[in-house]
Nanobody, 127 residues
Framework: QVQLVESGGGLVQAGGSLRLSCLAS????????MGWFRQAPVKEREFVAT????????YYADSVKGRFTISGDNAKNTVYLQMNSLKPEDTAVYYC????????????????????WGQGTQVTVSS
């Protein structure tokens, strides 16, 4: 069973940057597409970014496109979310998620498609 642990959240001023990490422990990290989601207070959890397990495909929500970058390092069992030009509206708890799949280029966008979730890490962007 793979377990996911996020880190890297914190408080940053608008325009600043943060890099979130998601470490997968347990059995092999391969054959998992990965995603980042976020949830702000009184809002539903929303898709942010996804990467296929081959690393060849990525996809972003329109609200973060051009500012956020998702990447993975299979050797380190870690997926990252580099967040630049942060805005106050990016404030949320950010969750890492994993989807077991044999489709190397497939990406996933919906919360109910993912099998595993981390506990979340808080990102707060001050104006």
């Amino acid at each position: 069973q793979v377990q996911l642990v996020e880190s890297g959240g914190g408080l940053v001023q608008a325009g600043g940057s943060l890099r979130l990490s998601c470490l997968a422990s347990g059995r092999t990290f391969s054959n998992y597409a990965m995603g980042w989601f976020r949830q702000a207070p009184v809002k539903e959890r929303e898709f942010v970014a996804t990467i296929s397990w081959s690393g060849g495909n990525t996809y972003y929500a329109d609200s973060v496109k051009g500012r956020f970058t998702i990447s993975g390092d299979n050797a380190k069992n870690t997926v990252y979310l580099q967040m630049n030009s942060l805005k106050p509206e990016d404030t949320a708890v950010y969750y890492c998620a994993a989807k077991g799949t044999f489709l190397s280029s497939q990406v996933y966008f919906r919360t109910n498609e993912y099998d595993l979730w981390g506990q979340g890490t808080q990102v707060t962007v001050s104006s």
